[in-house]
């Protein structure tokens, strides 16, 4: 059983780009989530999806970040023209309809210089 | 809205000692509480949680989590810490589609 994949690992880029980040649940999984870990601090809620549906998008920043999870294909955490400050651990996880348990990729790094 | 609190930054344990992660808890109603451990350069793995029930939950890797209404308290322990348990832990609640977690206890395990 593949567990919840995130690609890429590691991603730099400069200020004003654009990044995408990737997370595939666990088959049979519907729901997502994504958290943000900022250096030495816990993990920040930012985004809750099931397939086709933004369910909860309070902790999501109110520009520039959006994400999806479509019919088919991975959910993507999209940050457009990023920051310094958007340099980060980003986490995905997964769950099936009606648990309380949440199984998590190991995480996108996502570098800004 | 829910919260949990790990106040301990870093825990130090001899190998074969019993450890004790802290974590405390502010909720209205019953808490769903978890532990995870993020081992470096890898996502979080669950350990336990607590939903109802004994008060003593059994979790992966020989781990067990009391729940203690009156002080608050889900404390993460292991009768007999091995060197392989150094990690970072966080305590976490749900609070409806949130996750809340702490800050994270970096255990470190000598031998």
């Known amino acids: 059983n593949a567990g919840v994949m995130q690609n890429p690992r590691h991603l730099v880029r400069r200020r004003g780009q654009e990044a995408r980040l990737r997370c595939s649940p666990v088959k049979g999984h519907s729901h997502v989530y994504w958290y943000r870990q900022l250096p030495e601090e816990g993990l920040k809620f930012m985004v809750y999806l099931q397939k086709e549906n933004i369910i909860d998008e309070s902790g999501m920043p109110k520009e520039r970040f959006s994400a999806e999870f479509p019919k088919e294909g991975p959910s993507i955490l999209r940050i457009q023209q990023v920051v310094r400050g958007d340099s980060a651990a980003y986490f995905c996880?997964?769950?099936?309809?009606?648990?309380?348990?949440?199984?998590f990729g190991p995480g996108t790094r996502l570098t800004v210089l | 809205a829910q919260s949990v609190a790990q106040p301990e930054d870093q825990v130090n344990v001899a190998e074969g000692n019993p450890l004790t992660v802290k974590c405390t808890y502010s909720v209205s109603g019953n808490p769903y509480l978890f532990w995870y451990v993020q081992y470096p350069n890898r996502g979080l793995q669950f350990l336990l949680k607590?939903?109802?029930?004994?008060?003593l939950v059994k979790g992966s890797y020989g781990f067990e989590a009391e729940f203690n209404k009156s002080q608050t308290s889900f404390h993460l322990k292991k009768p007999s810490a091995l060197v392989s348990d150094s990690a970072l832990y966080f305590c976490?609640?749900?609070?409806?589609?949130?996750?809340?977690f702490g800050a994270g206890t970096r255990l470190t395990v000598k031998p």
């Open positions: 607590y939903i109802t029930g004994d008060n």
């Open positions: 976490a609640v749900r609070d409806g589609n949130d996750m809340r």
């Open positions: 996880a997964s769950s099936p309809p009606a648990a309380d348990t949440q199984y």
